[in-house]
Each structure stands twice: as C-alpha cells, then as structure tokens.
C-alpha cells in the first residue's frame, strides 16, 4: 500500500496550495482519508479528515473556514485545499488511511510521506 502526497511548496501568507495523496488502495472508497501535520519541533497534529460512507468532513479549529478536504473515489485520490495561508501552516503534511475518520493518528493504518509546505510572512 502506498500513499503518495504531493503539492507542496513555498507560498506567501495569504496564498493558497493544494495538497493531493494518491493511494494505491485497492477498495480506496471503504477508506476514511486524513491529513496530519507536523512542524519542526512539534508532535504532529490533525489537520482534517473525510469519512469513507458519508462523506462528511472534520478539521482542526485552527484551519476550519480555510482549508477544505475532498475525496474523488475513481481517481484514488484525497485533496486538502489550502487558502488564507498563514505562517504557522508551515509543516510537513501526511496523508493516512485509515478504517475511520477520527482525530487520533493512531486510529490510521497507513500514512504517505508527507510534503513540506513553507508558508512566509
């Protein structure tokens, strides 16, 4: 299994990136997706999440109204839409699978390897 998360990238405060992770997941649409984030020195955090049934969504109170998660199932692919970008967004950003949308990273079964996004002031 394996997730690929691209997109990343230097941007100024304000700006915006889209983040995207394709998962070679045979059955990708029974999978809650998730993004996490780290930034140096720090544990890494949730960020948002999409279930896999219904397709509702969750995220962290310090991206809520500026950042958006999405799922398209035929393309395996799950994308974090980041805009009003700020300079404490800057973080490596993981993708993960997992059986269920949740805010713990332990409830994940597999995780990309994230892509640095630096966002200046």
């Known amino acids: 299994v394996q997730l690929q998360a691209s997109g990343g990238g230097l941007v100024q405060a304000g700006g915006s990136l889209r983040l995207s992770c394709a998962a070679s997941?045979?059955?990708?649409?029974?999978?809650?997706m998730g993004w996490f984030r780290q930034a140096p020195g720090k544990e890494r955090d949730f960020v948002a999440a999409?279930?896999?049934?219904?397709?509702?969504?969750y995220y962290a109170d310090s991206v809520k109204g500026r950042f958006t998660i999405s799922r398209d199932n035929a393309k395996n692919t799950v994308y974090l839409q980041m805009s009003s970008l700020k300079p404490e967004d800057t973080a490596v950003y993981y993708c993960?699978?997992?059986?269920?949308?949740?805010?713990?990273?332990?409830?994940?079964?597999?995780w990309g390897q994230g892509t640095l996004v630096t966002v200046s002031s």
């Open positions: 993960a699978a997992g059986g269920q949308a949740s805010y713990s990273s332990s409830t994940y079964d597999y």
């Open positions: 997941l045979r059955t990708f649409s029974r999978y809650a």
């Open positions: 999409i279930s896999w049934s219904t397709g509702r969504t």
